[in-house]
C-alpha cells in the first residue's frame, strides 16, 4: 500500500503523526509528510486509521 498526503488539502492537525508515528511526521511548514513510500507489511491498519482520522481526507493510500 503506497501512502502520501496532498499538501492542498492538509491543514496541519498533527492527528496522522498521533495515530501512526512510524508512518507520519510534520515537516518545517507545519503540514504532514509520509514517512515511507510504502506502508510496511503489518502497518496497514494504522495507516488506515490516520487515513480515517484526518478531518479534511488529506491522506491518500492506494
Same mark, same amino acid.
Given at each position: ?27 518545517? $511548514?507545519? /503540514? *504532514?509528510?509520509?514517512?515511507? %513510500?510504502?506502508? #510496511?507489511?503489518?502497518? $496497514?491498519? /494504522? *495507516?488506515?486509521?490516520?487515513? %480515517?482520522?484526518? #478531518?479534511?481526507?488529506?491522506?491518500? /493510500?492506494?
Amino acid at each position: 500500500m503506497k501512502v502520501s498526503i496532498d499538501h492542498d488539502l492538509c491543514i496541519g492537525c498533527g492527528v496522522c503523526p498521533s495515530v501512526a508515528p512510524d508512518l507520519f511526521e510534520m515537516n518545517d $511548514e507545519g /503540514l *504532514a509528510d509520509p514517512l515511507v %513510500d510504502e506502508v #510496511p507489511e503489518g502497518e $496497514e491498519d /494504522l *495507516a488506515e486509521e490516520a487515513s %480515517d482520522s484526518c #478531518p479534511v481526507a488529506a491522506i491518500i /493510500l492506494d
